[in-house]
Nanobody
Framework: QVQLVESGGGLVQPGGSLRLSCAAS????????MSWYRQAPGKERELVAS????????NYADSVKGRFTISRDNAKNTVYLQMNSLKREDTAVYYC??????????WGQGTQVTVSS
């Protein structure tokens, strides 16, 4: 049974930091491409960051470049999103997505991030 479980969301003040985690099970994590998406109220889900199976290739949305860092630990089957210098517009539900070698996609249930003073 495939599971992606996000954690680490919460309420933070503008300029603050959070680290999201996504723990994976039920598939070959080390061979899967991983991504973080987010969806704000009334908006479409958007790609925030992605990382290749080995961690060598990372990509970011322009809106988070220089502030967010995606990383992974294949020994722990976990992908992370370090978010610094958070802005109010970063408020959203953040989702973890896996894409396997067979191009199957799996999603987590999401974790809420709220940036507010």
């Amino acid at each position: 049974q495939v599971q992606l479980v996000e954690s680490g969301g919460g309420l933070v003040q503008p300029g603050g930091s959070l680290r999201l985690s996504c723990a994976a099970s039920g598939f070959t994590f080390s061979m899967s491409h991983m991504s973080w998406y987010r969806q704000a109220p009334g908006k479409e889900r958007e790609l925030v960051a992605s990382i290749s199976s080995t961690g060598e290739i990372v990509n970011y949305a322009d809106s988070v470049k220089g502030r967010f860092t995606i990383s992974r630990d294949n020994a722990k089957n976990t992908v992370y999103l370090q978010m610094n210098s958070l802005k109010r517009e970063d408020t959203a539900v953040y989702y973890c997505k896996a894409r396997s070698l067979l191009a199957l996609e799996y999603w987590g249930q999401g974790t809420q991030v709220t940036v507010s003073s």
